[in-house]
């Protein structure tokens, strides 16, 4: 069965710190790309950041580079999220997604909030 299980969310003011952590299970973690997306109130759901679990390349979006770092633990098939310097505008549900690198189905994890406030 496959597995994607966020934790690491919460209640953080502006300009704090929150870990996302992914703990994934029934698949091949080197065959997939792995990534954050999040979804706002009222917003649709836009990509992050993400991870090849074959060779660490990464990508993460305009909007959180410099301060948000993805990162994984393939012994753990784990992947994570440091984020930094936290804005309001950072308030979202935080999604971890698995991609195959060739074709194939993708799946998700439930979510875990992440509020920031002012």
């Known amino acids: 069965e496959v597995q994607l299980v966020e934790s690491g969310g919460g209640l953080v003011q502006a300009g704090g710190s929150l870990r996302l952590s992914c703990a994934t299970s029934g698949f091949a973690f080197d065959d997939y790309v792995i990534g954050w997306f999040r979804q706002a109130p009222g917003k649709e759901r836009e990509g992050v950041s993400c991870?090849?679990?074959?060779?660490?390349?990464?990508y993460t979006a305009d909007s959180v580079r410099g301060r948000f770092t993805i990162s994984s633990d393939n012994a753990k098939n784990t992947v994570y999220l440091q984020m930094n310097s936290l804005k309001p505008e950072d308030t979202a549900v935080y999604y971890c997604?698995?991609?195959?690198?060739?074709?194939?189905?993708?799946?998700w994890g439930q979510g875990t909030q992440v509020t920031v406030s002012s």
């Open positions: 997604n698995a991609r195959p690198s060739v074709v194939g189905i993708d799946y």
């Open positions: 991870i090849s679990g074959r060779d660490g390349s990464t």
